[in-house]
Nanobody
Framework: QVQLVESGGGLVQPGGSLRLSCAAS??????????MAWYRQAPGKQRELVAG???????NYADSVKGRFTISRDNVKNTVYLQMNSLKPEDTAVYYC????????WGQGTQVTVSS
């Protein structure tokens, strides 16, 4: 079983920044071996991929966040990060951490609200 705990969400003005963190743990879970990702779900919309980072560091981003968001990982701290800059109101959503071990695990989500 894998536990994913997100933190760092909150209320920010348009143009502002936030950094989300996701701490991973679990018996027998070797963080560095697995692909990690951030998803988000806005009210009334489907959950969508925001950014992913593979076990070897390959990156992918949704077109809507390219150039503004950066995903990274620390294999010592078993943590994945999402640095979000130049935030827009349309970035408002619950952000979820995802781990793919062959079984998909989700965190509980953290709310990000971009509003003036």
């Amino acid at each position: 079983q894998v536990q994913l705990v997100e933190s760092g969400g909150g209320l920010v003005q348009p143009g502002g920044s936030l950094r989300l963190s996701c701490a991973a743990s679990g018996f027998g879970f070797i963080f560095r071996l697995y692909n990690m990702a951030w998803y988000r779900q806005a009210p009334g919309k489907q959950r969508e991929l925001v950014a992913g980072i593979s076990n070897i560091g390959s990156l992918n981003y949704a077109d809507s966040v390219k150039g503004r968001f950066t995903i990274s990982r620390d294999n010592v701290k078993n943590t994945v990060y999402l640095q979000m800059n130049s935030l827009k109101p349309e970035d408002t959503a619950v952000y979820y951490c995802n781990a793919d071990t062959g079984v998909t695990y989700w965190g509980q989500g953290t709310q990000v609200t971009v509003s003036s």
